[in-house]
């Protein structure tokens, strides 16, 4: 079974420019989260879709930032225009639906982020 | 507002030793808790996982052990490798629900 996968696994691009990170999910799996580690901190929540639909975007730092799940398979995170701060280590997480599982995530590597 | 924190940042152990990764969380509300092992180059790995009616688990080689009480979490690794090189995250999940909270993490270098 595949696993997560996020591409790119490295950008590096400058302030003002965007940058568009994607996140296949495993097959059937409805929860799709995204998290951002910055460098020595916390692993911090973005937002989670089930299926297409944002469960909670609570976490999303601020309108710079716009994910999407069209059709409820792949989604992709936008950030426009990118900002230094905006460096880090963008995660993608997916789990299954349902109360067995769900809150067990299986992480992708991860997209690094460096905004010069 | 509450948030899963890290004792001790980074541990560095000789091979063979056992590891103890410590964890505080502050909400009362969280009632499922997960250990995540990152390696370098990868994103993080389900490790063990503990429910708030639980006080022990044990896995292979790991043992999470949680005190709600005084609400602190660990994660101990017997003999420890060096392919136990990682950062440890702790998450903790209120009940109701599916977002896990992350904590800094624990750097653990074991030296061979």
């Known amino acids: 079974e595949a696993g997560v996968t996020q591409f790119p696994s490295h950008s590096v691009i400058e302030k003002g420019q965007t940058v568009t990170l994607r996140c296949d999910p495993i097959?059937?799996?409805?929860?799709l989260y995204w998290y951002r580690r910055v460098m020595g901190k916390e692993i911090k929540f973005l937002l989670h879709?089930?299926?297409?639909?944002?469960?909670?975007e609570s976490g999303m730092p601020n309108n710079r930032f716009l994910a999407e799940r069209t059709g409820g398979t792949y989604s992709t995170l936008k950030v426009q225009p990118a900002e230094l701060e905006d460096s880090g280590v963008y995660f993608c997480?997916?789990?299954?639906?349902?109360?067995?599982?769900?809150?067990?995530?299986?992480f992708g590597a991860g997209s690094r982020l460096t905004v010069l | 507002g509450e948030s899963v924190g890290l004792h001790l940042p980074t541990l560095s152990v000789q091979e063979g030793d056992n590891s103890i990764i410590n964890c505080a969380y502050s909400?009362?509300?969280?009632?499922?808790f997960i250990w995540y092992k990152q390696e370098s180059g990868k994103g993080p790995q389900f490790i063990i996982d503990?429910?708030?009616?639980?006080d022990k688990r044990q896995g292979q080689r790991v043992t999470v052990l949680l005190n709600k009480t005084v609400k602190h979490l660990s994660l101990q690794i017997a003999a420890t490798q060096p392919g136990d090189s990682a950062v440890y995250f702790c998450?903790?999940?209120?009940?109701?629900?599916?977002?896990?909270?992350f904590g800094r993490g624990t750097s653990l270098i074991v030296h061979p």
């Open positions: 997480a997916s789990s299954p639906l349902g109360v067995l599982g769900a809150n067990v995530l299986t």
């Open positions: 097959s059937g799996h409805d929860n």
């Open positions: 879709f089930v299926k297409e639909s944002k469960q909670d």
């Open positions: 909400n009362s509300a969280s009632d499922y």
């Open positions: 503990i429910r708030s009616n639980m």
């Open positions: 998450a903790e999940i209120p009940g109701g629900s599916y977002i896990p909270t």
